[in-house]
């Protein structure tokens, strides 16, 4: 799944940082982002290359929305249908004076906290190895008729077993 930084409701693919190889039978070009140390890079086949970019999950989720030249989706709070009902229920004219007096959302401190996770790299990690969970096995079997297991098929009778077709 991919991740995503929202700002307000707008969803915008979070940077990734990942180990890849190119497997593709050709040379490319790799396709960092631009300031990525690796962009325009070239990528001989088979070699390793890190890659520094967009959430490529989310990247093609937006894709598949019809999203992805718009490179976002969503809607800001500011500007939702619902919320605008909502602060016209509270007596409110505008979502503005809403935020303002119901909620302590700063914007100057959103709009820093979103710059400053757009320019932050997440990793991918392999599952970390753990040791096999040791079956359960043996006990006392408590069914009517003590038959040690299942002889009929579902419906039939227990004790029976089902014709051969």
């Keep these: 799944m991919g991740k995503w930084i929202s700002d ?3 969803m915008f693919p979070a940077n990734e940082r990942v180990g890849l190889t190119n497997n593709t039978g050709k040379t490319l070009t790799n396709p960092s982002m631009e300031g990525s140390m690796f962009y325009e890079e070239q ?19 937006l894709n598949d929305q019809g999203f992805l030249e718009q490179g976002y989706m969503g809607t ?7 919320m605008f009902e ?12 809403y935020i303002k007096k119901t909620t302590a959302w700063d914007e100057d401190k959103s709009k820093e906290v979103i710059e400053k996770r757009k320019k932050e790299f997440f990793t991918r990690k392999a599952p970390e190895r753990v040791k096999a969970v040791k079956l359960q096995s043996g006990g006392a079997n408590t069914a009517p008729g003590g038959s040690g297991g299942i002889d009929g098929g579902i419906g039939d009778p227990v004790g029976t ?4 077709a």
């Design 8 to 10: 307000g409701g707008l």
């Design 43 to 61: 990528v001989a086949d088979g070699q390793d290359y890190i890659y520094e970019g967009p959430d490529r999950d989310s990247m093609k989720y």
């Design 76 to 82: 800001h709070f500011m500007n939702s249908n619902d």
């Design 86 to 97: 909502l602060a016209r229920a509270k007596g409110y004219d505008n979502v503005e004076d």
């Design 161 to 164: 077993v089902p014709p051969m």
